[in-house]
């Protein structure tokens, strides 16, 4: 019998550490971010939006971005008041569980500001965004943007902050 045992533990054991080890069964992502993209840039400009679409599972907030790319990245909407578009910063955007938002040009978006190179269709950049869920735990989220056409999605229009 105790040889029993000792076999029996030992098969115990190496069952747990193939577990351990085994690689994870793919689970749906609890912040799904697709079409991601931005628009190329001209030589001089300083400022351009990135949109995309973001699905939490859970209740959860955007409340962030970052890019190695510009000075400064921003969440933003876009606001008509007296016949005149703005966009304005907005300190979160909710993200309520199951369902896409929008960033888009138009509504709300990420407002990178000084640009420290031009954007060429074709390329890539990264971005991190800071999501923020119900229970305050608060997720770095890496993503990369393409960048297209500077017509791409929409007219373009001019930015007044």
């Known amino acids: 019998m105790p040889n029993q045992s000792r076999a029996r533990f030992a098969a115990a054991g190496l069952l747990s550490l193939s577990i351990a080890t085994a690689p994870a069964v793919a689970q749906p992502k609890a ?3 697709t079409n991601a993209w931005a628009r190329a840039t001209v030589p001089a400009q300083k400022t351009a939006g990135v949109y995309l679409d973001i699905r939490s599972r859970t209740a959860a907030r955007l409340v ?7 000075n400064t990245a921003e969440v933003h909407q876009t606001v008509h008041e007296g ?8 300190k ?3 993200l309520p569980p199951g369902q896409t938002v929008r960033l ?3 509504g709300y ?6 640009l420290k190179n031009q954007l060429r269709r074709g390329d890539s950049m990264p971005l991190t965004l800071t999501v923020q869920r119900a229970d305050g735990t608060v997720l770095e989220i890496p993503i990369k943007v393409e960048v297209r056409e500077p017509t791409a999605g929409g007219a373009t229009a001019p930015h007044r902050h």
């Open 83 to 90: 016949g005149v578009m703005k966009m304005l910063p907005v």
């Open 31 to 33: 912040i799904e971010v």
């Open 92 to 94: 979160t955007i909710e």
């Open 104 to 106: 888009a040009p138009g």
């Open 64 to 70: 962030g971005a970052a890019s190695l790319h510009a």
């Open 109 to 114: 978006h990420i407002m990178l500001t000084g």
